[in-house]
């Protein structure tokens, strides 16, 4: 079974999601079975490379809400993080365009390093004090690197602004397509989609139904056609 889901590394809900989905998974009886792959989608993708900005000042003017509510959404933010075990910085955090880290991520797809790199840049976004915005390429080629991806192909990635740009542009018009308009959004074996951060509770039942309702082959026969099986091939006989 295939899981997709949808995110943005600016999206704390999706860190959050993510979280409660993988303790779904972990109890899943055939956990071992579900690839579970990672797709792009922009919170903001009209914002400029360098145009970073506090996230209190960003969710002031996005929102029109006052500092005070913007403080409350990020306190009760840290509460839930904390809840799944997660660290959450509910200070001094700041924002900006995501674009390269989900080149980056295509990137990883193809060296079997996708859910290393997501982790590791939701964990420097949220809960480390360093900047994955502020501190330019080098800040990214550190932290892939640590999921385990080559300094030089990263370096080659970033200098160059078309390298995995129309998979990610793929995969947020596919986000539309599906009728996805916030993330994260988890998509089932293209059958079943689930929005938001749900409880655990909610993606164990999805899993499971998900599993069930698996459609079984069909199988055409035409009659004994000659094939090769554990006990080798048919010699065919005269």
Known sequence: MRVEIWSDIACPWCYVGKARFEKALQDFPHRDQVEVAHRSFELDPGRAKGDIQPVITMLTRKYGMSEAQAQAGEENLGAQAAAEGLEYRTRGRDHGNTFDMHRLLHLAKEHDRQDELIQILYRANFAEER????????????????????????REVLADPSAYADDVRADEREAARLGANGVPFFVLDRKFGVSGAQPAEVFAQALTRAWGERSPLTLIDQGDADACGPDGCAVPQR
């Open 131 to 154: 900047s994955v915005f502020a501190e330019g390429d080098e800040r990214l080629v550190e932290l892939a690197v640590e999921a385990g991806l080559d300094a030089d192909d990263v």
